[in-house]
């Protein structure tokens, strides 16, 4: 079974950066990707950006360009990191980003990391 652990949350004034990071441990060779999700109050979850088991990487239209995710895999393959390192970040970025990870049977899901972006 997977889990995810997200961390890097926290308060930042506009135009600050983040570095979010997730934690995956227990069955990687499976996940077909690694997904970054926000939400924000009143509003549905989005998927903020993507990185699949071959590298290929997306990006939603609202942090293209401000936004990176990237992956750092152990030694011994039984564990990674996936980073989104958030730049330039304004009041609409608020939200609680959550780690999902999509493998045959489902998705697996963090508990989620609170993002404030406030003056």
């Known amino acids: 079974q997977v889990q995810l652990v997200e961390s890097g949350g926290g308060l930042v004034q506009p135009g600050g950066s983040l570095r979010l990071s997730c934690a995956v441990s227990?069955?990687?060779?499976?996940?077909?990707?690694i997904n970054w999700y926000r939400q924000a109050p009143g509003k549905q979850r989005e998927l903020v950006a993507t990185?699949?088991?071959?590298?290929?990487?997306?990006?939603?239209?609202s942090v293209k360009g401000r936004f990176t995710i990237s992956r750092d895999d152990s030694t011994d393959n039984t564990k990674e990191t996936v980073h989104l390192q958030m730049n330039s970040l304004n009041v609409e970025d608020t939200a609680v980003y959550y780690c999902?990870?999509?493998?045959?049977?489902?998705?697996?899901w963090g508990q989620g990391t609170q993002v404030t972006v406030s003056s």
């Open positions: 990185i699949e088991s071959n590298d290929e990487i997306h990006y939603a239209g």
């Open positions: 999902n990870a999509e493998r045959p049977e489902g998705d697996y």
């Open positions: 227990g069955g990687i060779y499976s996940i077909y990707s």
